[in-house]
């Protein structure tokens, strides 16, 4: 395969990762650094020579974004966990002060 002809198939294939990601994500933000994630993960160690690119491609983020979520939820109840332990009212300077 040209060089050209490699480089027109890697865009093709991010241009559909990213959309890919998107529906994921339902936020471009995340959307574009999941791709990147897929893309730093695809240097580091790509799919092997007989697999296609597309679909290594796509379970890469796929597995990145299911991690993401995992880490948010587990983020979220520790915060929780944190949120019951703490005094619901947080006295002010001022009225530490007058106690004195």
């Not at 865009?11 to 791709?35: H, S």
């Not at 880490?71 to 106690?99: C, K, L, M």
Request: aromatic share 6%; proline share 4%; charged share 35%.
């Amino acid at each position: 395969m040209a060089h050209s002809e490699t480089t027109a198939s890697l865009l093709a294939d991010l241009r559909w990762l990213r959309q890919f990601a998107q529906v994921l994500a339902r936020d471009g933000d995340e959307a574009d650094d999941l791709v990147q994630e897929a893309l730093v993960a695809a240097w580091r160690r790509g799919p092997d020579s007989e697999e296609s690119l597309r679909p290594w491609l796509a379970t890469v983020v796929r597995n990145l974004f299911r991690m993401r979520l995992r880490a948010d939820a587990r983020r979220e109840r520790r915060e929780q966990t944190v949120e019951g332990r703490r005094p619901r009212r947080i006295p002010t300077a001022s009225s530490s002060a007058w106690r004195c």
